[in-house]
């Protein structure tokens, strides 16, 4: 399974976009990538997932460079509602695979 | 869709009670389903794999015998905490995905079982 690295924290305010990167530096050829939000007590919620270049949905984009090595997630116009932790998985989830969830990112948005 | 529903969200019961949690896929049918463990301020810790009609496949360090799972249909996985003790108090978290080959289904994840151990 492909080990990822994302930063521990982030701090934003009201109405910013952001940004998080996230690492993945031995991921396979047949893994996807995957972003999953968690408030507090409460079970991941899925976000977005992509294999290359941009996925875009309701929510948020998610951009792959070609080497796939990295990806950032991107969330327009954060509100104070969207702060919660957020992961980054990668893995092949073809025959239901289990997924490592790294340490993930702390994003704290401001008013 | 894929909605995934986790009973109860909450118990407190006394050391040495058995305790059952329940996962449902509400929609869908789960092939494979998942236990996940966290601890305050850390990240999900996996237990357990459990594939419908079959053992479950438990992670390195998961006791076994301590952590029971049946999977006995396709919507339908529980966890069963024996004689749970307060080391056992902690937020478990279930997921379930299609499993399928040539699918690339995300999990979907219940919102997790707080249990307390006195």
């Known amino acids: 399974l492909a080990k990822t690295t994302q930063p521990i924290s982030m701090d934003s305010y009201e109405g910013q976009e952001v940004n998080i990167t996230c690492s993945h530096n031995?991921?396979?050829?047949?893994?996807?990538i995957t972003w999953y939000q968690q408030f507090p007590s409460q079970g991941p919620r899925f976000i977005i997932q992509?294999?290359?270049t941009k996925v875009t949905n309701e929510v948020a984009s998610l951009f792959i460079p070609a080497d796939r090595k990295s990806s950032t997630l991107s969330l327009p116009r954060v509100s104070l509602s969207d702060t919660a932790v957020y992961y980054c998985?990668?893995?092949?989830?073809?025959?239901?695979?289990?997924?490592?969830f790294g340490a993930g990112t702390i994003l704290r948005v401001k008013s | 869709g894929a909605v995934v529903s986790q009973h109860p969200s909450w118990v407190i019961c006394k050391s040495g009670t058995s305790v059952k949690i329940e996962c449902r896929s509400l929609?869908?049918?789960?092939?494979?389903m998942f236990w996940y463990r966290q601890f305050p301020k850390q990240s999900l810790m996996l237990m357990a794999t459990?594939?419908?009609?079959?053992?479950?496949?438990?992670e390195q360090g998961v006791e076994k015998d301590k952590f029971l799972i049946n999977h006995a249909s396709l919507t339908l996985s529980t966890l069963t905490v024996t004689s749970a003790h307060p080391e056992d108090s902690s937020f478990y978290i279930c997921?379930?995905?299609?499993?399928?080959?040539?699918?690339?289904?995300?999990?979907?994840f219940g919102d997790g079982t707080r249990l307390s151990i006195l």
């Open positions: 997921s379930a995905s299609f499993g399928q080959a040539h699918v690339n289904q995300p999990q979907h």
């Open positions: 031995n991921i396979a050829t047949n893994d996807y």
């Open positions: 992509g294999y290359k």
């Open positions: 998985l990668v893995g092949d989830m073809e025959y239901g695979n289990k997924l490592v």
């Open positions: 929609d869908f049918q789960a092939t494979t």
């Open positions: 459990s594939n419908e009609g079959s053992k479950a496949t438990y």
